[in-house]
């Protein structure tokens, strides 16, 4: 996740992976479009690789502490859509590029990479010392991408907007992948555990404000159970 918002060729790849390479070309982009992250995952019920840990270390040196998200599920009675994960933050293709080259070798099972557009972004990294709790959440896309995309303009990004003014969320990413099946990925960084676990009455109250000043937001907070199915979600930490 990055710090400003912004706005789908991979689906999940196991690495080593020239494919990769090649499904990293632009696709999709359109205009305004930001350029792609990447989301590294550790399958839920897989061993943790030895040496992801060092590996995270080197990707943070490489490309920013704030632009690598690394966390760890906490697992619930039902799948959580991942064991680990990671979500990378690009400059753009060049330095997508050039990191997938790097790491090549490095990338291998049980590993998997998606590659996934931005579709909204926001807030910013909390310092080094804080102890964030995640809510990530898999869904399936019942729409067209368009009609996606409308909502979250529409709807989600003023809903999350409003929540890291008010001290809910610190960072906030909404992906899809770029697969014709393409999941949406939506990365929720609460402040901590104690702020999550009290949000949802102040969450209900915050939207219902926005709806009052904005027909819009009202219109498309009543579509989104038609737009997309929750796959999977769970609580997560982060990782070390």
């Keep these: 996740m990055m710090k400003a918002k912004n706005r789908s060729c991979a689906g999940l ?9 090649l499904c990293a ?3 999709f982009a359109g205009p305004g479009r930001a350029a792609a992250d990447m989301v590294v995952v550790v399958p839920e019920g897989s061993a943790h690789p030895a040496a992801l840990s060092s590996q995270v270390d080197a990707w943070r040196k490489a490309l920013g502490r704030d632009n690598v998200v690394w966390v760890d599920s906490l ?8 064991g680990s994960m990671a979500t990378l933050h690009f400059g753009g293709q060049a330095q997508m590029t050039a990191w997938q080259q790097a790491n090549a070798t490095a990338l291998a099972a049980p590993l998997q990479l998606s590659i996934a557009d931005v579709m909204t972004q926001g807030g910013k990294a909390p310092a080094a010392n804080a102890k ?3 809510k990530i959440s898999y869904y399936t896309l019942n729409s067209p991408r368009e009609a996606m995309q409308a909502w979250v303009d529409g709807y989600l990004t ?13 960072r906030y990413a909404m992906y899809l992948e770029r697969n014709a099946g393409g999941r949406a990925l939506l990365v929720l960084e609460y402040t901590d555990a104690k702020t999550e676990q009290e949000a949802e009455p102040i969450k209900a109250r915050l939207s219902e404000d926005i709806a009052r000043a904005d027909k819009e937001y009202a219109r498309q907070s009543a579509l989104k159970e038609e737009l997309r199915t929750t796959q999977s979600w769970t609580l ?3 990782a070390h």
């Design 132 to 134: 964030p709790m995640y």
């Design 13 to 21: 790849l196991h690495a080593p992976l020239l494919a990769l390479a």
């Design 158 to 170: 003023k809903y999350l907007d409003s929540q890291v003014d008010n001290g809910i969320l610190t």
């Design 236 to 238: 997560a930490v982060p």
């Design 25 to 27: 070309a632009p696709a």
């Design 75 to 82: 697992k619930r009675d039902k799948p959580s859509g991942f």
